[in-house]
């Protein structure tokens, strides 16, 4: 059985399938809607934090396949406090055909799975966010013709999602840079995974602390809050650390001629991001934001559409 936990955990060929998928199933969509692929299929949303694109983007992409999604919000099920999370994988998943989780600690979606009969999904935790990373990648894509060779730079926080972000460039051939304060670096572990991966697919990543070197040239332009859900002690402190981060005017006059401006949203305006670099030409985060629905139905289509309901054991 497949699950989707980390763009790590990917290979070169399941991370293209994925992303032809969304392609056909966005174009799908666009031409009048979806075949129904996931007919009476059910996904049960447990959320720990809160959210607006991924509850939303999943519920609807269920929705438009044919299936059902649940959503059960961080006060429900009490993960790991009402209940073990060991004991909440085995109930639950007798009774939906996949889960998507969004928890604190990683550790928690990778026990969810280990104990689940049916797929699950990484929604976001503290160490990726890989369903963000698909939608970026087809964002890329639809806006620079490829991936492939691309200088992407993340500038801010090394978080989940310039993990998930980091590995996807890495698995297709794109030159990753994130530029950080030397204490919010992304970790040496998975720089050097992310290395190894690079290494086959032609692309490469970098760590520079300086924004503006890290920005010049770039094809694409990236940031996210500073103080990710679960850091809110720290934001007064970051705040005061970031600010050389900012993706503002000066730093996209650095970056190429056609260079887009990314980002997950939510957006902090005025700190990450301005109004006006959010707002201006080079901005591409609504089609980004749009294409968490796209890169999720092929998720659950991915997961789904190969599991034999008639495996389950009682
Ligand atoms: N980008 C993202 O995951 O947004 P939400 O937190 O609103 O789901
Ligand atoms: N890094 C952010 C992403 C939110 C979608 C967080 O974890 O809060």
Not at 84 to 100: K, N
Not at 154 to 172: E, K, P, Q
Not at 260 to 270: D, Q, S, T
Not at 301 to 308: D, E, F, Q, R, W
Request: proline share 4%; with cysteine; glycine share 6%.
């Amino acid at each position: 059985m497949k699950h989707f936990l980390a763009i790590a955990d990917l290979t070169p060929a399941e991370f293209e399938q994925i992303l032809t998928l969304a392609k056909k199933l966005k174009a799908e969509w666009k031409r009048g809607g979806n075949k129904p692929l996931l007919k009476n299929k059910t996904l049960g949303m447990v959320f720990q934090k809160p959210s607006l694109r991924t509850r939303v983007s999943f519920d609807m992409a269920m929705l438009h396949l044919g299936g059902q999604a649940l959503y059960l919000s961080p006060n429900e099920i009490g993960l790991g406090q009402r209940e073990s999370i060991a004991d909440v994988a085995r109930v639950l998943s007798r009774y939906v055909d996949a889960i998507m989780a969004r928890v604190f600690a990683h550790a928690h979606v990778i026990e969810l799975a280990e104990y689940s009969r049916v797929p699950v999904i990484n929604g976001l935790s503290d160490y990726e966010h890989p369903c963000q990373a698909m939608a970026d990648v087809l964002t890329i894509i639809e806006h620079c013709g490829k991936l492939k060779g691309l200088k992407v730079v993340f500038l801010g926080d090394g978080n989940n999602v310039a993990r998930s972000l980091m590995f996807a460039c890495a698995l297709g051939g794109a030159h990753f840079v994130c530029a950080s304060p030397r204490e919010y670096a992304l970790d040496e572990p998975a720089v050097t995974q992310a290395r190894a991966m690079a290494k086959k697919s032609g692309g490469s990543v970098e760590l520079f602390v300086d924004p503006k070197a890290a920005a010049r040239d770039a094809d694409v332009l990236y940031t996210d809050t500073w103080a990710s859900m679960g850091q809110e002690a720290e934001a007064a402190v970051r705040a005061k650390i970031f600010p050389p981060y900012q993706v503002n005017a000066e730093l996209v006059a650095l970056a190429k001629r056609k260079a887009i401006v990314m980002h997950c949203l939510p957006a902090h305006r005025g700190m990450e991001i301005t109004d006006e670099v959010m707002d201006g030409p080079h901005s591409v985060v609504f089609d980004q934001a749009e294409n968490r629905l796209h890169a999720q139905k092929a998720i659950l289509v991915h997961l789904l559409a190969t599991k034999k309901s008639t495996s389950r054991k009682k």
